[in-house]
């Protein structure tokens, strides 16, 4: 085969430069980029004409270079990050970006950062104030804190409280509660970067008062209680809950932390679900300090909550990594809002999405899932099997491991293509869908799919099979 005259019919980079179809690409992109995009693609050509052996292949190749560079360009000038239909029911799925915050908060967000804001403007005194202050007062009301802030996630928190805390000392914890979270997130790791000393106590199934008790000494910082959020130990065990950790800590003039993993302000065992432990019972049981995340049951942004004693909430907020660890203006206003949603109870399983999600009407689900599939059967049973199906849908973000909530799905089998090929496409469009694959089924379970967005599956599934 005669190479060369493959490579001599590439175009020169300064020729693809002056062609009209390039030249359009200037108006989104800058001329450099498209050079370097015009650069790679050409040497990609040349690379490929080395190593095929097929002419046609070639200059199939060769014929597309042009459109090469335009997708090139168009990928790096189009935008990634992108809504997704979550058809998996989890509720905070942590890859789909965890709890979804309403309409209003939205609103608020988007008012507020594109002006200038009060963020740390005391407008009383006219004089610099705290970005705390806008949700500290709420967040106390709402919790019976004395005091709170608020860091990056709640893993920043649990890091920065042992480093204000307990740096060079001693921190007592149960074996049974050396949690690793996913991405992560191990207890003792977070513990040794503190410069915190873990002095585990117990078993892994068993911990008593008296493990505790027996490990204080002159070095004790605090007594540690970590929320087992995302795992169940069953069977043979035995913990201490946090009222009793407290007598005996503020025995000893030692502050009791207590990580309870999801911040959940309501008792889900009111709505059907196994009773997670809330904010208020933690700070009412004695802890002194506790954290919780801002996108778990929450169901705000992405943060780490704190709150508990002034004196110890002041300490940490001094401490250097507070600067390091702070929210910005965007958490900050998420974080009000979603707050201000639990000043009436009622108020917030209706309009926190998550807990409206949690909350949701089975029969309302179910007749969401039959009108999706009689919308679609006439359209599409031809070339699809489809069925609805009793489900499960999950809590998610490590809360609630063992929790499942009974849901209604849409199953699709198709039988012009496979289902694994079916998954894929429909996680390749502007709006992916987000599903399951189970038993060769492709399952869309109507739990998390928010409105409006059942409309949008049915006019992608008519798009597919037609
Ligand atoms: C989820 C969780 C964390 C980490 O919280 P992020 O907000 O995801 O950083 C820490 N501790 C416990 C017990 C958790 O459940």
Do not use: W
């Amino acid at each position: 085969m005669d190479k060369n005259k493959y490579y001599r019919s590439i175009p020169k980079v300064d020729m693809l430069m002056e062609t009209d179809e390039i030249k359009v690409l200037f108006e989104s992109c800058s001329r450099e980029y498209v050079l370097e995009s015009v650069r790679n693609k050409t040497d990609q050509l040349r690379e490929f004409i080395n190593n095929s052996m097929s002419e046609n292949e070639i200059e199939n190749k060769i014929s597309l270079l042009t459109d090469d560079i335009i997708n090139d360009v168009e990928k790096l000038t189009s935008l990634n990050m992108k809504k997704v239909i979550n058809g998996t029911g989890t509720i905070l799925h942590t890859n789909l970006g965890r709890a979804v915050i309403n309409e209003e908060t939205a609103e608020r967000i988007k008012n507020l950062v594109t002006g200038y804001s009060n963020l740390e403007y005391d407008l009383e005194e006219g004089a610099r104030g705290s970005r705390y202050s806008h949700f500290e007062k709420i967040i106390t009301k709402i919790t019976g804190a004395e005091a709170a802030m608020a860091v990056n996630n709640n893993a920043a928190a649990v890091l920065l409280i042992l480093s204000a805390m307990a740096k060079d000392k001693e921190v007592i914890v149960s074996r049974g509660e050396l949690v690793e979270i996913g991405g992560s997130f191990r207890v003792p790791d977070v513990m040794m970067q503190s410069g915190g000393k873990l002095i585990e106590v117990g078993t892994t199934n068993k911990t008593h008062l008296y493990d505790y008790e027996n490990a204080i000494t002159e070095n004790t910082a605090a007594l540690l209680k970590v929320h087992t959020s995302n795992y169940k130990i069953v069977g043979f065990t035995e913990s201490v809950p946090v009222c009793e950790i407290a007598e005996l800590a503020h025995k000893h003039s030692i502050p009791v932390i207590e990580d309870i993993g999801s911040g959940v302000l309501v008792d889900l065992a009111k709505y059907g679900l196994g009773h997670e432990p809330t904010v208020q019972e933690s700070v009412q049981a004695g802890a002194d300090i506790v954290c919780f995340s801002g996108d778990k049951l929450l169901g705000g942004p992405q943060a780490g909550i704190i709150v508990g004693k002034k004196h110890l909430i002041d300490k940490i907020k001094k401490h250097p990594l507070t600067r390091a660890l702070r929210i910005d203006k965007f958490t900050a206003i998420a974080l009000e809002s979603v707050f201000h949603e639990y000043i009436d109870e009622e108020n917030a399983v209706k309009n926190v999405p998550v807990l409206k999600l949690i909350n949701r009407n089975i029969q309302e689900i179910k007749l969401e899932a039959e009108k999706l599939y009689e919308k679609l059967i006439p359209e599409i049973g031809k070339s699809c099997l489809m069925n609805i199906e009793e489900c499960q849908s999950q809590i998610g973000g490590g809360s609630l491991p063992l929790e499942r909530i009974k849901s209604f799905a849409v199953s699709f089998k198709p039988l012009t293509m496979t289902t694994s090929h079916l998954e894929k496409q429909l996680r390749k469009l502007k709006t992916p869908i987000i599903g399951r694959v189970v038993n060769d089924l492709f399952i869309i379970d109507m739990r998390t799919v928010l409105e409006g967005e059942a409309d949008q599956i049915f006019e992608t599934f008519i798009n597919i099979f037609n």
